[in-house]
């Protein structure tokens, strides 16, 4: 996956727009911190589900999963976009969204299945 694909995927969510979170450009959706690219090592930061999910990855895929001790206390994970699933992050991103966007913007959506 390029930057250029992530941005592609990333933007297929309703109310999700290219923006910038402390400086660093990221993407938003409805207004709030969604994801971005992490241009030091090219790679995505990805919400899980918890911290257990996060060390299950960490564990199984050590050459595309990774976190820096910035990430460390949050269910965050960082994704090589070099060797990340597309589908497995499309779903990830997706279950991120539906959190964190309003229901009246994820009314009509309908979920990757």
């Not at 564990?59 to 460390?72: C, L, S």
């Amino acid at each position: 996956m390029t930057p250029a694909d992530l941005h592609a995927l990333v933007l297929t969510f309703p109310a999700t727009e290219a923006g910038m979170s402390y400086g660093k450009p990221s993407f938003k959706a409805d207004g709030k911190f969604f994801t971005r690219i992490r241009a030091e090592d090219d790679s995505v930061v990805v919400y899980v589900d918890s911290l257990d999910h996060r060390d299950m990855l960490l564990d199984a895929e050590p050459a595309t999963f990774h976190i820096t001790d910035h990430y460390r206390g949050y269910p965050i994970v960082l994704a090589r976009l070099a060797s990340v699933d597309p589908a497995w992050l499309r779903k990830t991103l997706e279950r991120r969204w539906l959190k964190i966007v309003p229901k009246k913007v994820s009314k009509g959506y309908t979920p990757l299945t």
